[in-house]
């Protein structure tokens, strides 16, 4: 009885052993694996490290959704393959998988997270023939492998702002932010900005929740937005779905932004400002297959389509509200409307 | 020769334990339809499969290694800090203040500097529920857990205002990051892969803090008073001021895990708005692996490499066969449940040796957790057998 | 600006944000309370609450029914109480340790259930607030005390009950006594063991309702992680309140009053860092207690395994 452990252990020890003389053979039946790839034509091969997980309706879905149209548009998996290593917010050990995914020879490594951007600094020059990206960001460190992303949030904020102003009927709107740094904060800047813009009586109170994933704290700012009279909420990062789900108890109106949050409550939530990586992989792709690894910052806007404000076509929306939003736009993209964003 | 060999059953049980959990999550990899032999297979070879992945795996452990020395020493008596997590930030930001103010002094200096100030600023963070133990009657695992999201927020303001780095203060990016050290300030390689010198020090430490808690007066005093806080009382000590004592010392060590992840890992501090992003959880690994070492700072070592590998390898095997990193973390959770439950049998062999030959009994490693009963009346820091 | 802060608007929302605020913490602490009192630490709160949170929202998603949902949470709550005794009672493990292996458990298993099951975000309609004839349609407090939901009052109405059973009962004394001494209650005839059981399966079950009351009650959504560091507040919270159920009403509601009082400061514009003004909660419940300087005494065999003198 007292041996039970030990004697389990040295069976599971010799199965491992056993197990592992013959692995070799059975690893090639994994879908998108590294190691298995003798494909006639060799595939373009990408891998992405991410904070959160691919289905939190917000920053790393984008990049998740934006792979799978950049694969479908390239020709399917025998064209490009992706791998992708999610929930990746300890920074040391996001380091670790972009080291070990170039040393696997993959030919675009995505470091999709602005924490992610010191140990890129630290592992780009030791593989100077793999190309990496990372945002959001411009910098690309001078490395002439090294490409920069970023999003132009403030431009659908505004738009949302927009909207937003003329939708109110209180004239205060509420805004939830995690913290108060990065595309968050362009996003707020750019949405009070449209807001006021529009009707200069609106009152706009942001709360910052001093976190990414807290889920009840979102909620709870929402609901004080409400009771401070906000009847139109908006919220960047993978938190504000408890702040969507009172939005929608409470019938308030919403504004998404980075993915398509409709879904979640598609009564109240009016538009969303949704990130389409797509524009700027596809010109980092083309531009690694001719031969540039990188020393390229892209930015994501209205104009050039990385950025869409997407409609929810469950919600109703008036006329002049969306043509109000479709001048904006449009201005954006002219630019006669300049948004200030804190540098 | 016997005693030898029950010391080696003794420390193979959590590598069995181990292994069971590791069985266990092999169905529910087979529920996620994984080939669980190619699964555990990245693992082994992430976490020990070149010298690179055991330079990894060695890179992981240091933290644990180090926050798990100064759970050793509160245990020990008998104070739960779980504020590992806000000390090692507290301790970093405090390094890292160091090393980007004295920008043109020599980097040894700077270096050393910076772990005084992380093992000053751990301290501040870890004496401060010490004192509020000891002369206020607050509960340290409230007052830590506590600590930790204030020093969570202050990480966040300091990062994205005072202390954010000129060059994104600049850009509409504004990662909340410091700059970056100077090159010189890094803490030195060991071997060509992500080794530091850290993990010596750790290594270094772990027989410093067994000396300490073993053969000095304090150290005796922290166990003394961990065991019996009565009778340590009526023996003359200011049980206060060991509680104090504790603490401090369980933050200090924490904070320097926290200067040394910055000086050789990241070169700089960066938040992702939580306490994980930077610490990578070890401020609560630690105890963990502090727990598998059986709360010795000799046991704590292998202890950490063991948790390190797992958590290393772990991560390896999500690449590999690309399952959720959900996995994982249930994976540990298993672990940890395993190993320590699998105790009982330890205790029990203990129990078992001890009444077959209580001659001489007692030596450091034998020793029991402090949560156990028996009464602190030996009278000297006892000699090791 | 600061004036604005004394507005009944604000002082009502306060007190409506923080009843709502406290219920999942009440859940949790009271069942960590009996837990504590028994002599048991249990640190897995969170990861119990993570499961129940999951349970519940996917039976409710599932099958359209918040009470099965509630259920399912209940009886994840208690599988997972069940693991823990039996790792704690019967193998004397490390309380704290173990404790932290379930929360690492629940947060991974909760977080994978939810990939493979549900596969993304999703809002479901939960327990709607709860109309009381008359009660609720008072002016203004009918507002602040009586338009919550049913979980909401489930964790208020807990707070008497658990403080008549732990007092006034033949039960309440067994778990007091072992709490206290377990050798002399086992010598009387007390088992520990079922006792311990007892304690931490409704521990259990009430850290379950405490996620439920968050994924069918206050937020209607599950996501990974999405306690966020509730449950640990929640054991903390059973030391603010000396190991008493009312105490631990007394902290919750504290620690979540003022976490709705720093999000008033944000929205009413008070220029304050909004990360100083996150710390505010936190670093209140700690000077609360220190003014208070309170000498209870934990139970005495807290975090101690049990064992028979043989």
């Known amino acids: 009885m007292k041996r039970l452990p030990l004697i389990l252990s040295l069976l599971v020890v010799l199965a491992l052993v056993m197990s592992g003389c013959n692995s070799t053979s059975s690893a090639p039946t994994q879908a998108p694996q590294a190691e298995a790839t003798q494909a006639p034509q060799k595939p373009f091969r990408v891998a992405v490290v991410m904070p959160s997980s691919i289905n939190d309706l917000a920053f790393s879905q984008s990049m998740y959704d934006a792979l799978i149209a950049v694969q479908k548009a390239m020709g399917g998996p025998e064209a490009m393959e992706f791998v992708y290593s999610d929930g990746m917010y300890v920074v040391d050990d ?68 927009v909207m937003a102003a003329k939708l109110s009927k209180s004239d205060v709107l509420g805004v939830i932010g995690p913290i108060e740094t990065g595309d968050a904060q362009r996003y707020v800047e750019g949405f009070i900005a449209g807001a006021q813009a529009t009707n200069p009586n609106v009152k706009v109170n942001v709360t910052w929740t001093g976190s990414f994933s807290d889920v009840s704290a979102a909620a709870e700012a929402a609901n004080t937005h409400i009771a401070a009279g906000a009847d139109v909420l908006t919220g960047t990062a993978q938190m504000v779905v408890g702040a969507i789900g009172v939005a929608k108890e409470k019938n308030v109106l919403w504004f998404g932004t980075q993915a398509d949050q409709s879904s979640l409550a598609p009564n109240i939530v009016v538009a969303n400002q949704v990130y389409h990586w797509e524009v700027v992989l596809t010109q980092m792709i083309d531009l690694i297959q001719h031969g540039t690894l990188g020393g390229k910052a892209f930015t994501i806007n209205l104009a050039n389509g990385g950025e869409v404000v997407e409609y929810n076509p469950q919600f109703d929306l008036p006329q002049d509200v969306k043509d109000a939003a479709e001048t904006a736009i449009q201005d954006i993209k002219d630019g006669k409307i300049k948004i200030e964003v804190t540098k | 020769m016997r005693a030898w060999l029950d010391t080696l059953i003794d420390a193979l049980l959590p590598l069995a334990a181990t292994l069971l959990a590791l069985l266990v999550g092999a169905v529910m990899l087979l529920f996620l339809k994984v080939n669980p032999v190619v699964a555990y297979k990245a693992l082994l070879v992430g976490a020990f499969g070149s010298t690179n992945a055991i330079a990894e795996t060695l890179v992981k452990a240091t933290p644990l290694l180090l926050v798990g020395l100064g759970i ?31 920008t043109d002094w020599p980097g040894w200096l700077v270096i050393t500097l910076a772990m005084v100030a992380g093992f000053i600023g751990g301290a501040i963070w870890g004496g401060i529920p010490g004192v509020l133990k000891a002369y206020f009657g607050v509960n340290e695992i409230l007052s830590t857990v506590m600590m930790n999201a204030i020093a969570v ?126 610490t990578g959880g070890a401020g609560f690994n630690g105890i963990v692996a502090a727990l598998f070492g059986n709360l010795h700072p000799i046991g704590t070592i292998p202890a950490s490499i063991l948790f390190g590998a797992l958590l290393v390898g772990a991560n390896k095997m999500q690449r590999v066969v690309q399952v959720p990193s959900a996995l994982i973390t249930a994976l540990n959770g298993l672990v940890v449940v395993f190993v320590v439950s699998s105790e009982i049998w330890r205790r029990k062999r203990q129990r078992r040796r001890l009444s077959s030959d209580q001659s001489d009994a007692g ?13 602190a009346d030996e009278p000297q820091p006892e000699v090791q057998g | 600006m600061i004036t604005k802060l004394f507005s009944s608007t604000v002082i009502l929302g306060i007190l409506a944000s923080g009843i709502r605020l406290a219920t999942p913490y009440l859940y949790a602490a009271i069942g960590e309370t009996f837990g504590q009192r028994s002599g048991v630490l249990n640190l897995g709160v969170e990861g119990q609450m993570l499961l129940g949170a999951f349970a519940a929202f996917y039976v409710s998603w599932r099958t359209g029914n918040l009470w099965l949902g509630l259920l399912a949470a209940i009886i994840v709550g208690a599988v997972m109480g069940l693991a823990m005794a039996f790792v704690t009672v019967n193998l004397h493990a490390e309380q704290g340790i173990s404790g932290i292996g379930f929360y690492l458990f629940g947060l991974g298993m909760s977080d994978l259930l939810f990939q493979k099951l549900v596969g993304t975000v999703k809002t479901i309609q939960g327990f709607p607030a709860l109309h009381i004839p008359v009660l609720s349609d008072i002016p203004v407090l009918g507002e602040v005390f009586f338009s919550h939901n049913i979980l909401v009052y489930g964790a208020y109405a807990l707070v008497p009950i658990a403080w008549f059973v732990l007092n006034k009962t033949t ?27 007892y304690t931490i399966i409704q521990g259990g079950i009430l850290s379950g309702i405490a996620g439920a009351s968050l994924s069918i009650g206050l937020l209607n959504v599950f996501q990974q992680n999405m306690t966020s560091g509730l449950g640990f507040i929640a054991v903390a919270l059973v030391y603010f309140g000396a190991w008493r159920p009312l105490g631990v009403l007394g902290g919750a509601l504290l620690f979540s009053m003022v976490n709705a009082f720093q999000l008033w400061l944000q929205v009413l514009g008070v220029p304050i860092p909004s990360d100083l003004a996150v710390m505010l909660p936190y670093v209140l419940t700690i000077l609360v207690l220190v003014a208070a300087a309170s000498k209870v005494r934990a139970p005495s065999a807290l975090a101690k395994p049990f064992e028979r003198e043989a």
């Open chain 2, 72 to 102: 050793c020493i509160s245990f020990q008596g008998n104070v739960i800090n779980i504020g590992g997590e806000g000390q090692m930030i507290v301790g970093a930001i405090l390094g890292t203040l160091v090393g980007l103010t004295l």
């Open chain 1, 94 to 161: 996001a380091a670790a998988a972009i080291r070990d995914y170039a040393s696997q020879g993959y030919d675009l490594i995505i470091a999709h997270g602005s924490q992610y951007g010191s140990s890129l600094q630290e592992i780009a020059p030791d593989f100077p023939n793999t190309s990496f990206a990372w945002g959001t960001t411009v910098d690309t460190f001078g490395m002439p492998n090294v490409f920069a992303y970023e999003a132009a949030s403030e431009e659908g904020g505004y738009v949302n702002g």
């Open chain 3, 171 to 197: 039960l309440g004394l067994k778990i007091r006594s072992i709490g206290e001494n377990p050798q002399a209650a086992d010598s009387l005839g007390i088992s520990v063991a079922a006792v311990r059981y």
């Open chain 2, 363 to 375: 030596g450091g490693e034998g020793e029991d957790a402090p949560v156990q009963e028996s009464p």
């Open chain 2, 153 to 278: 927020q202050l990480m966040n303001y300091l990062l994205r205002g005072p202390m954010i780095d000129p060059a994104q203060a600049a850009m509409a990016s504004k990662i909340p990051q410091t700059a970056r050290l100077p090159m010189d300030f890094r803490l030195p390689r060991l071997v060509p892969t992500r080794l530091h010198l850290g993990a010596l020090i750790a290594l270094i430490l772990a027989f410093l803090v067994y000396i300490f808690l073993w053969r000095t007066v304090w150290g005796y005093r922290i166990r003394a008073v961990g065991k019996n806080p009565h009778a340590s009382r009526y023996a003359g000590i200011n049980v206060k001021r060991y509680v104090v004592l504790a603490l401090l010392l369980s933050g200090a060590f924490a904070g320097l895990a926290g200067v040394i992840q910055v000086y050789g890992v990241n070169y700089r501090m960066i938040t992702d708005g939580s306490s994980t992003g930077f």
